[in-house]
């Protein structure tokens, strides 16, 4: 059973994938610290690139199936157009200043 994003723990998580599934781009990169960066599967990827291509260009969406590490650490079922549906685990780094550092995705 999928947690309803608002009942996210993190506030910035919840804001990350309201905006993930609502395709809000300026939302999104406003969540993000000057020099965020990712990895996708233990890779570190160009950030730009692979918010273009795995979230807005191909429809990204998150439901949430789980949350562990104060709302900081999900598992997901991870949607988009390109690969279709995967298990998923998400984790975030958020600075003090309430902006995500670096997020890390990967297959579940």
Same mark, same amino acid.
């Given at each position: 059973? !999928?947690? @309803?994003?608002? @009942?996210?723990?993190?506030? &910035?998580?919840?804001?990350? &994938? ?16 000057? *020099? ?5 599967? *233990? =890779? ?5 690139? %692979?918010?273009?291509? +795995?979230?807005? !260009?191909?429809? *990204?969406?998150? +439901? &949430? ?10 598992? !997901?079922?991870? =949607? ?6 995967? @298990?998923?685990? %998400?984790?975030?780094? &958020? ?6 550092? =670096?997020? +890390?995705?990967?297959?579940?």
């Amino acid at each position: 059973m !999928a947690i @309803k994003p608002d @009942k996210l723990s993190d506030p &910035v998580v919840r804001a990350f &994938v309201n905006a993930v599934n609502s395709h809000d781009r300026e939302g999104f990169m406003s969540l993000l610290s000057l *020099g965020a960066t990712m990895a996708d599967d *233990g =890779r570190d990827r160009n950030l730009a690139d %692979w918010i273009e291509r +795995e979230i807005f !260009a191909s429809n *990204g969406h998150m +439901e &949430v199936d789980s949350e562990s590490d104060g709302g900081r650490t999900l598992h !997901a079922r991870y =949607r988009n157009d390109t690969y279709g549906e995967m @298990k998923t685990q %998400w984790h975030f780094t &958020v600075d003090d200043g309430g902006q995500i550092s =670096r997020f +890390e995705t990967g297959q579940a």
